[in-house]
């Protein structure tokens, strides 16, 4: 008999069964695919990354910068692995997808104290147990997931971005570049659409308002008024192009589209808005389109995205798509430490615990997997400091909000501010992610033993 059930195989439960085993326990890790398929997947692989392939910012002075050096400093089997599957992108970590996911797989499989199980789980189980079955649980398993707080799911829209051949972009009218110059390669990291008048941009964001969009189904129905008036509830940091666009004509160009520190290389002008591709592959076969997640239908897709310049003939190998998301109410279920109030031997973390983004999910399963190896060699459990991110990040979803509760990825604006307030943002960020160090450091030596 295993010690410890990780349900679900995605960047939270990998991340977590690792943990755990690194500490002694010997793990059961369930995945359901590819034997039950979901919306958003495309394979069976642990660890998939289904919408954009980038982490965030590596910089210091970003709040994803602060918690890659975190989730460093705790041991990150997945930070590692997205490391080593590192695909330009300026200071952003992008990743091949199919790469991570086989490193991801590779050190799970050659693991001695993990079994991976492809089978579907139900119902919570009664033993010592992650829970990490991400935004698109089964409905089996959903059920007995509201049983556990006597409410129904929450819930939010989710979508990803298409993505295109890179032989396909024309690029006598794109251009490589980063914004001010700051890419890895010489020529910039990125692949620019440019529009160069205002009139070829509201033609694009008119006919992009206008396109088909793909009919909600059966559960999404009662908001389907609300999605169509671009109401519907859609997780801000992840909107849908078209919802965006619908907020009003210079949304995009202040927006995913904004093209500061953009210049075109061949003549050093400035766009008036454009869009930006980043690679998708190693081979750099494949670019996605940042920021264009989206519900249109497939062949309004092609049409509208083919209108951006340097597009018009491009070929698609995935399009985007929306699906629903499910996370639990986190303030009524789980303490910081991501135990459950009201099940001591079950952990929750990933999305539907209520973080959202990569490294949100793969801090959640780390710290849920060091917890559970501790609560079974009955240690005390590690509650980070709230001035470092992934503590902060804890304490938002484990306290209950007055006002309205949606997921919630790793930002500054969770952590305490200084006493005496630092006014330049910068500086301030900077001060932040030195004292998240100091403060993670210090705390994890006040141990006696090894974390």
């Not at 189980?125 to 129904?152: D, H, K, M, V």
């Not at 808005?273 to 309004?300: I, P, W």
């Not at 509650?383 to 902060?392: E, K, S």
């Amino acid at each position: 008999m295993e010690d410890l059930f990780v349900i679900g195989g995605g960047l939270a439960g990998c991340e977590a069964a690792w943990q755990a085993a690194k500490r002694g326990l010997t793990v059961r890790l369930y995945e359901m695919r590819p034997i039950r398929p979901t919306p958003a997947h495309k394979t069976g692989n642990l660890a998939e990354i289904v919408c954009s392939n980038s982490l965030g910012s590596t910089l210091p002075n970003r709040s994803t910068g602060t918690l890659m050096h975190e989730l460093q400093r705790l041991d990150s089997l997945l930070l590692k692995c997205a490391q080593e599957s590192r695909v330009p992108a300026g200071h952003a970590l992008a990743v091949d997808r199919e790469k991570f996911s086989q490193k991801v797989q590779a050190a799970l499989t050659a693991c001695g104290r993990i079994q991976i199980v492809r089978e579907e789980i139900t119902a919570i189980p009664e033993n010592l147990s992650i829970l990490a079955s991400g935004p698109l649980t089964s409905p089996a398993l959903a059920q007995s997931i509201s049983q556990l707080s006597g409410s129904e799911n929450l819930y939010f829209y989710d979508a990803v971005a298409p993505i295109v051949t890179a032989e396909s972009i024309d690029m006598t009218v794109a251009y490589w570049g980063s914004r001010f110059g700051r890419g890895e390669k010489e020529e910039g990291d990125y692949i620019n659409c440019p529009f160069n008048s205002r009139h070829e941009y509201e033609h694009f964001v008119q006919e992009l308002i206008a396109a088909e969009r793909i009919p909600l189904r059966g559960f999404e129905a009662e908001i389907t008024s609300g999605v169509q008036a671009g109401k519907g509830k859609y997780f801000e940091a992840c909107l849908p192009i078209e919802i965006m666009a619908a907020r009003g004509k210079d949304t995009l160009s202040y927006g995913p589209l904004r093209p500061l520190g953009l210049r075109d290389p061949r003549n050093g002008g400035r766009p008036y808005a454009v869009v930006q591709l980043r690679q998708d592959d190693l081979a750099g076969t494949y670019f996605n389109l940042v920021g264009f997640q989206t519900n249109l239908t497939h062949s309004e897709q092609a049409r509208v995205f083919r209108l951006i310049p340097g597009l018009q003939h491009a070929v698609f190998v995935r399009y985007g798509q929306m699906h629903r998301n499910t996370y639990i109410y986190a303030p009524d279920v789980l303490k910081p430490t991501l135990q459950c109030r009201q099940i001591p031997q079950l952990f929750i973390a990933g999305q539907i615990s209520g973080v959202e983004g990569y490294l949100s999910n793969i801090a959640s399963g780390l710290l849920a997997g060091i917890n559970a190896a501790r609560y079974f060699q009955a240690k005390d459990l590690i509650q980070l400091p709230n001035t470092t991110l992934l503590g902060a990040l804890c304490e938002y979803i484990s306290t209950p909000n007055p006002h309205h509760f949606q997921p919630m990825s790793a930002s500054f604006r969770l952590i305490p501010p200084f006493e005496n307030k630092i006014r330049n943002k910068t500086d301030r960020y900077k001060a932040y992610a030195r004292r998240s160090s100091s403060d993670l450091n210090h705390y994890l030596n006040g141990f006696n033993e090894a974390i």
